[in-house]
């Protein structure tokens, strides 16, 4: 791809904004970037660009300013559906994502995780093995770094890993993984899309440019994902945790076993330190992935064992009087609450809520009613959650996070849970998921220093 004095436009200056600009600068482009955000709110992304040679265009979108552009690269944060963005694409200005351009420009084999749930978990735990086994290792896209910094960079690496959100998958034309994984399909970003069908149109998008020299990995006890199977080029390996598989990877009473193109390792689970049957389905994935892609069994096996997950996904925080907390503030959708409360048996006190998103809260109802004691819940969707689940047990409402600790902690009994697992996003109260986990922390953290 040539971008040598190509005048091209970039909308959205966040993390991965900033690092398109500077790497197009960098290349000789004539670059313009273009945010809704005013100056004030941007002034930290700015400063990192001040000393390169950028137009900027900030406080709005202007319909000329996207036409007369070459290429125009979008951040994952900016809907592919804004007014200025289909004027573009309709007088045939292309439009691409930031994996997009960051493929043009690596030549190592890439793993692309997505999926609603679990994608960030398979996308370290990827790594993980990769660099337990000797491989140069990337890790990045919808986490950590931009694809684009490894392209910056310059560094020599054999593998990369990157967790691909469906804003993203939105704007490829070429991106082609060596393996490309859908871990599941749940109701989420309803508050983005125009429909759920639409949602899953993006998702299927991380199979478009495969060809049977690629490997898709699809967790078939997901209808929605297993519906796409034959629609897909690549070679399908089929992952499940409820049934024996021919060929394919599968759970069966403890194990992980991988049989593939007369390939056959077994994994016991005994012992690793990742917590839920979510997480069985990550490391699945995970070793799916690395063992196709060249990760010898026992190194895999070593590299897992040895994981101990990620904060604000099934955290343990602390056991207060005998009631054990955890904090899984990652679980931003209804997809990823079912998958931790199927964790635990029962005796469950869930504090849930938040900004709602806009999906349906009735597929928790059979596990709140057999599983949950108690239901607190705070936040925008606080009483849309009450309609749909109050009536199956005993629910309160409540104001701020520490208010729904020291309830939990009021009815719990010893031997219980009390599981953080909000099923929305957190922006009602909080600026991102990690903050939210660090407040339910503290809280818990203030419950144990009035107990000593």
Known sequence: MEL???????????????????????????????????KEALTS????????????????????????????????????NIAQLTLARGQGVPVISEI????????????????TNGKTTTTTLAGEIFRKCGFRTFVGGNIGN???????????????????????LEGIVR?????????????????????????????????????ADDFAVLNVDDPLVAACVDTIAARVVPMSRHKVLEQGIFYQNGVITFAWDGQLEHFPTDSFKLRGVHNIDNCMAAFATTLLMGCPAPAALAAVAGFSGLPHRMELVATVNGVAYYND?????VGSVVKSLESFPGNIT???????????????????????????????????????????????????LEEAVKEAHRLAEPGDVVLFSPACSSFDMFRNYELRGE???????????EAE
């Open 329 to 333: 503030s990652k679980g931003t959708n």
């Open 439 to 449: 407040r339910f922390v503290s809280a818990v953290c203030g419950l144990i220093e």
């Open 146 to 168: 931009p694809l684009i910094d490894l392209v910056i960079s310059g560094e020599r690496t054999d593998r990369v890993v990157a967790e691909i959100s469906s804003f993203q």
């Open 45 to 80: 992304f700015l400063s990192t660009l001040s000393a390169l040679d950028i137009t900027y265009e900030l406080g709005g979108h202007g319909n000329d300013t996207f036409l007369a552009a070459d290429l125009i690269v979008v951040s994952p944060g900016v809907p592919m």
């Open 350 to 400: 869930l504090i849930a809520g938040g900004k709602d998103k806009g999906g349906e809260y009735t597929p928790l109802a059979d596990l709140v009613r057999e599983r949950v004691r108690h239901l607190i819940l705070l936040g925008e969707a606080r009483e849309r959650i009450r309609d749909a689940l109050g009536h199956l047990t005993d629910t309160i409402l409540v104001d701020s």
């Open 100 to 115: 997009e351009l960051a493929y043009e420009f690596i030549d190592a084999p890439i793993a692309a995780i997505t999926g």
């Open 175 to 211: 991106f082609r993984p060596r393996v490309a994984v859908l871990l599941n399909i749940t109701e989420d970003h309803l508050d983005r899309y125009a429909s759920y069908q639409e949602y899953i149109g993006a998702k299927l998008m991380v199979f478009a440019n495969q060809t």
């Open 4 to 38: 040598k004095d190509k005048k091209i436009l970039v909308v959205g200056l966040a993390r991965t904004g900033v690092a398109v600009a500077r790497f197009l600068s960098e290349c000789g482009a004539r670059v313009t970037v273009s945010d809704s955000k005013g």
